[in-house]
């Protein structure tokens, strides 16, 4: 089943190869997770124009280190697609194999970053999908803010990040 969440019918998204490749995995797990988000939210887009955030788990772990529910909300992390041509199956089978790696020893994710272009989240419904979404884009305002006052944020401890993961029974 489906929810249409317009009030007017719309053409489909340009990135339907990507709804539809991950929709077709989720279809196939049967797991709670049936819905699917992409946008564009500027702070995040930002941060994939370095590569120092590009690399594996860099911008998750920064990201969690700036306000705790960042790691509640989001607590599989951030992976990172390469730039990929937006609209192509290429892009969507990058983001497949970042939320259901074929290895099972990689990290999945239920949020992807498209370098240069966009985000890409799964949840339970719309709301869990965006809501990932938005406290990331929450924790990059953060630190950019910080960045702009002329400082590097400390972000919150390993320990700090650690006794989070315990108390709230978060993977990682």
């Not at 590009?54 to 599989?76: G, Q």
């Not at 992976?79 to 199956?89: D, L, N, R």
Request: charged share 20%; hydrophobic share 40%.
């Amino acid at each position: 089943s489906y929810v249409i969440i317009a009030a007017q019918p719309v053409m489909p998204t340009s990135e339907v190869a990507s709804h539809l490749t991950v929709h077709n995995m989720l279809i196939a797990e049967g797991g709670q997770k049936k819905a699917t988000v992409h946008t564009h939210p500027i702070e995040l887009v930002a941060m994939s124009h370095t590569p120092k955030f590009l690399e594996k788990d860099v911008l998750t772990y920064l990201l969690w280190s700036m306000i705790p529910e960042t790691k509640a909300f989001c607590p599989r992390g951030l992976g990172i697609v390469p730039y990929k041509m937006p609209s192509s199956v290429e892009l969507a089978d990058a983001a497949y194999r970042q939320l259901h790696p074929e290895n099972p020893e990689l990290d999945d994710y239920d949020v992807v970053m498209w370098e240069k272009h966009g985000v890409f989240a799964v949840g339970t419904d719309v709301m869990d999908a965006f809501d990932q979404i938005d406290v990331l884009t929450k924790a990059a305002q953060i630190y950019i803010n910080a960045r702009c006052m002329g400082f590097e944020p400390d972000g919150m401890t390993k320990e700090q990040m650690q006794e989070l993961t315990d108390v709230f029974h978060l993977p990682k």
